[in-house]
């Protein structure tokens, strides 16, 4: 089998070899981007460079800090707030409505299956945005958070014509118990 190769195909495959481990270690390097700069001015710039504490600072990268969010009613103390008031409130919500029936009263049915909806609905956002964030991933983060607000709209519509045009969930939920 030796004697079919050549010494010029022995050669060649060697060179491709060598730059199949080169093109690896490139991919694996860890060492400083070339972008950055030197913190200590070159002899010919002494006059134009002025040093800052710190170094250079490059915008952009992974290692800037993560704005914060311009403060808002909607974020922070308040909404968290609201998903523990949420959280408490189905525990009564869901014995309510399963002691009384739900075609009697279609307000806790309808009550209900919308806190259940925006419950996931906050569950999955908070798992998307702890996960998924925008700045590590551009493109499926927001997608993702798209996809899952589209999921949340249709779940809520789905909800709405099961209760009004059909049996309602607390009825449907009783009688797949008793099945």
């Not at 134009?48 to 250079?56: I, L, M, S």
């Not at 308040?78 to 919500?93: Q, T, V």
């Not at 806190?115 to 998924?132: M, N, P």
Request: proline share 7%; charged share 15%; hydrophobic share 45%.
């Amino acid at each position: 089998m030796q004697a079919l190769i050549t010494p010029r195909a022995a050669a060649a495959a060697r060179n491709v070899r060598a730059a199949r481990s080169i093109v690896l270690a490139a991919r694996f390097n860890t060492a400083r981007p070339s972008y950055t700069q030197s913190t200590q001015p070159k002899q010919a710039e002494a006059g134009a460079f002025t040093y800052k504490p710190g170094g250079p600072i490059i915008r952009g990268t992974v290692n800037d800090a993560v704005p914060y969010p311009h403060p808002s009613r909607s974020h922070g103390s308040y909404h968290w707030s609201f998903e523990r008031l949420l959280c408490a409130a189905l525990i009564p919500l869901t014995g309510a409505t399963f002691v009384v029936s739900g075609t009697a009263h279609p307000i806790l049915d309808g009550l209900l299956a919308v806190s259940i909806i925006v419950h996931s609905h906050i569950g999955f956002d908070a798992s998307l945005t702890d996960y998924l964030h925008p700045r590590k991933f551009p493109l499926i983060g927001p997608l993702m958070k798209w996809l899952v607000r589209g999921m949340t709209a249709g779940a809520l519509v789905g909800l709405y014509q099961f209760n009004t045009n059909d049996i309602g969930l607390t009825e449907f939920i009783k009688r797949l118990w008793h099945a």
